[in-house]
């Protein structure tokens, strides 16, 4: 009989073999996925993972896709080393790109260079004034973190649809929810031309430097882990809780309205309803693949930007829907908790061990009593002895 047993001390191993051993797994059941809906899974998986990056416009595509994966997961690394589990980055995305566009609208076709840096910062405050909300719950009112961060994501959403359906929508776009173009001022410089590539990814990877940085040579970071690994000893050290949860979720909230702001100020240079495909919530995969380190999350964060690419490939390619990508990622994320566990326990073969007689005859006397069910032997006994 198959058992987990708590391990004397965590594999280290299964840390690092953890994420690979999970990308396995998906592969092989988007394999059986593909087969089971009538399709080549070789020609499946070569057109998820290999197709879209057989050309210098799909690596563009790739880091272009990876940028606001990239800004997001810095910033909710910082909140999960601290143990602080912010889901809440779908909304500082939604709300920074909100705030970008009210900015952005408000200049129209003006021209300046000082336009573009106050439709990025406007990005940036917004997404952390909308995490200051989560903050003040969890500081002042002891709410979950999670529940509190889950809701304001539907919040956020609809307040963007209420905009772009009103005070921000296109008088001449025919009835479509969505702003007018941006001008060209507030748009982000391409970076490789003949591509969509912009300079979006200088800033994520900016920021993945400067998570590294924070965690392996300033005090700040220090207090982070401390905090996450033993809130006990961290207020037995003096370190400022609150303060730390509250500089967590700003800085998280910064850089994923910094993401909303480079997403309509870059590729789609306007406001619209699908301004994000799910980014904030892929991010928290990246986080956990990326094993919350700098190098891991860059690693993470092209890995899930090419199941984005993918999922658009088979779209065209072999007309699968587009839910293929979210149940790409949903796979790997079970695969990897799943694994995860193996890090603590480890697997033991414990054979059957046979029951003793009298243990049997006991239970079985146990279990007669409990039913009142006595046998007509016993019964006579009883009798007697009452005599």
């Not at 106050?118 to 973190?145: D, Q, R, Y």
């Not at 690994?229 to 207020?235: K, S, T, V, W």
């Not at 032997?377 to 009883?382: E, F, K």
Request: with cysteine; glycine share 10%; hydrophobic share 55%.
């Amino acid at each position: 009989m198959l058992s987990l047993e708590r391990r004397a001390v965590d594999s280290r191993l299964m840390t690092y073999a953890s994420p690979f051993l999970a990308l396995l797994l998906t592969l092989v059941t988007a394999a059986v996925i593909f087969a089971f809906l009538g399709r080549d899974p070789v020609a499946g998986l070569r057109n998820f993972f290999i197709a879209p990056l057989m050309s210098a416009q799909g690596w563009a595509e790739l880091c272009l896709k990876a940028s606001p994966l990239l800004l997001i997961a810095a910033g909710l690394t910082v909140c999960f080393r601290a143990r602080i589990w912010n889901i809440g980055a779908e909304g500082h995305f939604l709300v920074g790109a909100l705030g970008a566009s009210a900015v952005a609208l408000s200049f129209g076709d003006q021209e300046g260079f000082w336009i573009l840096p106050l439709v990025l910062l406007a990005g940036i405050v917004s997404g952390a004034l909308w995490a200051m909300i989560a903050a003040v719950l969890k500081t002042h009112f002891h709410s979950n973190e999670i529940l509190t961060t889950i809701m304001l994501n539907y919040i956020a959403l609809n307040l963007l649809l209420f905009m772009v359906n009103g005070p921000l929508k296109d008088p001449q776009g025919f009835g479509f929810p969505q702003s007018v173009m941006f001008g060209d001022s507030a748009l982000l410089p391409i970076l490789i031309s003949g591509t969509r590539l912009n300079i979006s990814i200088l800033f994520a990877v900016a920021a993945a430097v400067v998570v590294g940085v924070l965690f392996a040579r300033t005090f700040i970071g220090f207090q982070l882990k401390v905090l996450g690994q033993d809130p006990r000893a961290a207020a037995f050290a003096g370190y400022p809780a609150r303060g730390l949860i509250w500089f967590a979720l700003i800085f998280a909230g910064g850089l994923a309205g910094l993401a909303g702001a480079a997403e309509v100020s870059g590729p789609i240079g306007q406001l619209i309803p699908q301004v994000s495909p799910g980014y904030g919530y892929t991010a928290i995969i990246v986080v956990f693949l990326g094993r919350m380190r700098a190098i891991g999350i860059v690693l993470a964060s092209l890995l899930l930007a090419l199941t984005f690419l993918g999922g658009e490939t088979m779209q065209i390619s072999m007309n699968l829907p587009k839910a293929m990508t979210g149940l790409f990622q949903g796979l790997l994320l079970f695969y990897l908790l799943a694994c995860d566990a193996f890090i603590h326990y480890r697997l033991r073969w414990r054979p059957r061990q046979p029951v003793p007689a009298v243990a049997s005859s006991t239970s079985a006397s146990t279990a007669q009593a409990s039913t009142g069910q006595v046998s007509t032997g016993q019964v006579s006994t009883l009798v007697r002895e009452e005599a």
